[in-house]
């Protein structure tokens, strides 16, 4: 199988418990490698222009305002099929829907705070990565 890419952030959920290296165990225990990294604070363009494939939803103000009230911090994960190997170690998105051992299960506090989010192909991966990282900053 091949070695892709996939991205992924850390909320402010779960940075503001202090729990950004507990979430990156069980991205690296599944088998994915951190090939870049760095907490930010979201300004809101940037949270209205990385989820505006959603601006038309009901809780798009709502996701915005979360993803900007607290640092974050954004990840390049490399490993083998790594946007289905994070999103298994995801969990579904509503926390109350994953399975046991998932992230999401473990520490998701609601379907907006839940804890993690990730590419959902590769080629939106491609897309969510150059979003945030300059090429030279991906280090594998
Ligand atoms: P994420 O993978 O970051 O992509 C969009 C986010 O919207 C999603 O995770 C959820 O955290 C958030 N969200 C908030 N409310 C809903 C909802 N009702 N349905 C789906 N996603 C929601």
């Known amino acids: 199988m091949a070695v892709t890419r996939t991205f992924s952030i850390i909320k402010p959920d779960a940075t503001r418990r202090n729990l950004t290296g507990a ?4 991205l690296e225990d599944a088998g994915l490698r951190v090939v ?3 907490r930010i604070q979201m300004t809101r363009e940037q949270a209205e222009g990385f ?3 959603h601006k038309e939803r009901p809780f798009f103000g709502e996701l915005v305002d979360f993803m900007i009230s607290g640092p974050v911090v954004v990840q390049v994960l490399e490993g083998e099929d790594a946007v ?4 298994d170690v ?3 998105t509503n926390p109350a829907d994953a399975d046991e051992g ?3 299960k473990t520490y998701a506090e609601s379907i907006e705070a839940n804890s993690v989010h990730g590419s959902d192909s590769d080629e ?3 897309i969510e990565i150059d ?3 300059d090429e030279d900053e991906i280090v594998g």
């Open 84 to 87: 289905k190997r994070n999103r």
């Open 51 to 53: 989820y505006a494939v």
């Open 102 to 104: 998932t992230i999401r």
């Open 124 to 126: 939106n991966a491609k």
């Open 90 to 92: 995801m969990g579904a």
């Open 131 to 133: 979003f945030f990282f």
């Open 23 to 26: 979430v990156t165990k069980m």
């Open 36 to 38: 870049a990294s760095k």
